[in-house]
C-alpha cells in the first residue's frame, strides 16, 4: 500500500515553479498545467500547497484534474489529519445568505416561476447570479425572447369537451408527461450542492426529459447513473476542438442510452456577457497571463465563469462536421441553435433529425430574434417547399419560457416540443430537487388550466388558428407591461470609479 502524502509536504510545494494542490483528498502536481488552464494560473496558485477542492467542485466536474493531466502528475492520497487547516469565519456575505435560507417562504407559497427567480437573485453569491442571468452585450435578445410570447394572443374555442384534458408527449420517439424537456446548463454546483442532480431526480420522478450539458458540473456518467431506470436522457454538445475527445464522449453518450445529440452551432465563441464580466471570476486578474489555449485572443482575462468555461469550443465548426457526426453515431442528431429558415432547409437536407430555433437564451448575439418567432418563419418557409409535415423532422423552441401558455402558443404555431432552462435552474437554487418538482407542479397545473380554456382536450388538437400571431414580427407592437418579468429582471449596469463614495 501507497505511503500518504503529509500536508507539510504539499505546503512545500506552494510556487509558480514548483506547484500541487489537494482535491478531494489527492494531491497533484499542477505546475505544468498553470498556463493550460481555461479559467487562468492565478486561482490554482490562490490554493497553491493547500487543499482547493473547495475552489474545485463548484465549477468542475469530480473528473476533469484526472483526465487532464498525466497519470505521473496525479501524486497519490494525503493524510488529512496533517493538514493544518485553519477556521473559516463566515464572511457578512455567508452569513446574510445563511439568514435568506433560514427565511425562506413555505415552497407553497411559489405560485410562479418568476417566484423562484426572484428568491434565487437575493440567495446566490453575486459572481453566481451574475454568471446565471447575464446575456449578450445591452440584453435585448434576452427580454425579446420572453416579451415575443406577449404578442402572441390566443383565441379560445368554446363549447368542446375538455373534462379531461391530455397534455402526454412524444420527443424524438421517447414518451414524456409533458411537451417540455428540460434545456441543457452549465456549471449547476454554483447554485446548489447538488447542482444537475436536482434535475435529474426531479425529471426521473415526473417522466420529464433531461438535457445534459457538456458544462455540468458533475460528470455525465455521475448524472446518467443518478437517473431512474428506463428514464429518457438528452446530451447536448460543445464540440471539441480536439476531436477524438469530441467521439468518445459521443459514443459514451450512446453506449449509456442517451437517446438524442444536440449539437451546438450558435457558439462559434460564446458572447460577452457583461454582467458576468464586471463580476470576473476570482481566479483572474489583469497581471494573470492567461491560459495558452487562448493565445491570440484580445480577451481580458478577467471575462467570468463564462470565458473559464468555454476555451475548448471550435469556431472551426461548419458543416462537413455534421456529416462526420452521421458516421460515428446512430443517435438522433437535433442542430441547437438554428436562427434561419435558410438554415433549416440546409439542415433537413443534411439528414439530421431536427433543430432547435434558439438565440441561446439571448446569450450569443445580442438583437438575435426570438425562437417563437424564427419558428413562424421556418415553417411558412418548410411548407412551401414540401418540407413540412415531416415526420422524420423536429422543430424545437426555447428561450424565455416561464409559462405553461408560453408552451401552448409554441405548439399551437408548430413547435414539436419546447425547452426550459431557467426556471427550473431557479427552483433548485432555492429549494434543491423539491423546488423543481413544485416548478413541474406548477407547470402541469397551467398546462391543464391553459388547455382547457383554450377548447383543447389534446395536443394534437391545437392548431395555428387558435392564436394571433400577426403582431410578432412587430417589434414595436405595445404590449400590456409584464409585471413579474420586469421585477425579476436586473437592469445591466455602467462602470464604476474604484472610490465608491465618490
Not at 215 to 244: C, H, K, M, W
Not at 351 to 377: C, F, P, T, W
Request: proline content about 4%.
Amino acid at each position: 500500500m501507497a505511503s500518504l502524502i503529509s500536508g507539510p509536504t504539499v505546503a512545500q510545494h506552494a510556487s509558480r515553479e514548483d506547484c500541487w494542490i489537494i482535491v478531494h483528498g489527492k494531491a497533484y502536481d499542477v505546475t505544468e498545467f498553470l498556463d493550460e488552464h481555461p479559467g487562468g494560473a492565478k486561482i490554482i496558485l490562490k490554493y497553491a500547497g493547500k487543499d482547493a477542492t473547495k475552489g474545485y467542485d463548484p465549477i468542475h466536474a469530480s473528473d476533469v484534474i484526472t483526465s487532464h493531466l498525466p497519470i505521473e502528475k496525479q501524486l497519490g492520497a494525503v493524510d488529512l489529519a496533517t493538514l493544518v487547516n485553519g477556521v473559516e469565519e463566515l464572511t457578512p456575505e455567508e452569513v446574510e445568505r445563511a439568514a435568506l435560507f433560514a427565511a425562506l417562504p413555505p415552497i407553497s407559497d411559489i405560485m410562479n416561476l418568476y417566484d423562484f427567480e426572484v428568491l434565487s437573485r437575493r440567495l446566490l453569491p453575486p459572481k453566481t447570479w451574475a454568471y446565471y442571468s447575464s446575456a449578450a452585450d445591452d440584453e435585448i435578445a434576452i427580454r425579446e425572447n420572453h416579451n415575443a410570447f406577449q404578442r402572441v394572443w390566443f383565441r379560445p374555442r368554446i363549447l368542446r369537451d375538455v373534462s379531461k384534458v391530455d397534455f402526454s408527449h412524444t420527443i424524438l420517439g421517447c414518451k414524456s408527461s409533458m411537451p417540455i424537456y428540460i434545456s441543457a446548463m452549465a456549471l449547476g454546483k454554483l447554485g446548489h450542492a447538488d447542482g444537475e442532480l436536482n434535475l435529474t431526480r426531479a425529471a426521473g420522478k415526473n417522466g420529464i426529459i433531461q438535457m445534459i450539458s457538456t458544462f455540468a458540473s458533475f460528470t455525465f456518467d455521475e448524472i446518467v447513473d443518478a437517473a431512474a431506470p428506463g428514464q429518457v436522457l438528452f446530451s447536448q454538445l460543445y464540440v471539441n476542438q480536439d476531436r477524438e475527445l469530441t467521439r468518445k464522449y459521443v459514443q459514451n453518450a450512446e453506449k449509456r442510452g442517451v437517446k438524442g445529440l444536440f449539437i451546438t452551432v450558435d457558439a462559434p465563441q460564446l458572447g460577452r456577457r457583461e454582467k458576468d464580466m464586471r463580476m470576473k471570476n476570482a481566479a483572474d486578474s489583469s497581471n494573470d497571463a492567461g491560459a495558452k489555449v487562448q493565445a491570440g485572443q484580445k480577451v481580458n482575462k478577467g471575462e467570468g465563469h463564462t470565458r473559464a468555461i468555454s476555451a475548448f469550443i471550435d469556431p472551426a465548426l461548419n458543416w462537413d462536421d455534421i456529416r462526420w457526426f452521421k458516421t460515428i453515431t446512430n443517435m438522433p442528431i437535433i442542430l441547437k441553435g438554428v436562427q434561419t429558415w435558410e438554415d433549416a432547409v440546409l439542415a433537413i437536407e443534411m439528414g439530421v433529425q431536427g433543430v432547435v430555433l434558439s438565440n441561446h437564451g439571448g446569450r450569443q448575439m445580442d438583437m438575435a430574434r426570438s425562437g417563437l418567432e424564427i419558428l413562424v418563419e421556418v415553417i411558412d418557409e418548410l411548407t412551401k417547399r414540401g418540407l413540412w409535415p415531416n415526420p422524420n423532422f423536429q422543430l424545437f423552441v426555447d428561450g424565455g419560457v416561464r409559462r405553461a401558455s408560453d408552451v401552448i402558443k409554441a405548439l399551437a404555431l408548430g413547435a414539436s416540443a419546447v425547452g426550459i432552462g431557467k426556471g427550473f435552474l431557479y427552483s433548485y437554487c432555492a429549494y434543491g430537487q423539491e423546488g423543481v418538482e413544485h416548478a413541474l407542479k406548477i407547470l402541469r397545473d397551467e398546462m391543464e388550466m391553459n388547455m382547457r380554456m383554450l377548447g383543447v382536450a389534446r395536443l394534437d388538437e391545437l392548431r395555428p388558428e387558435m392564436v394571433d400571431a400577426r403582431g410578432l414580427a412587430v417589434h414595436t407592437v405595445p404590449s400590456p407591461e409584464h409585471v413579474l418579468s420586469n421585477n425579476t429582471y436586473e437592469k445591466l449596469q455602467l462602470v464604476q470609479f474604484k472610490d465608491s463614495r465618490l
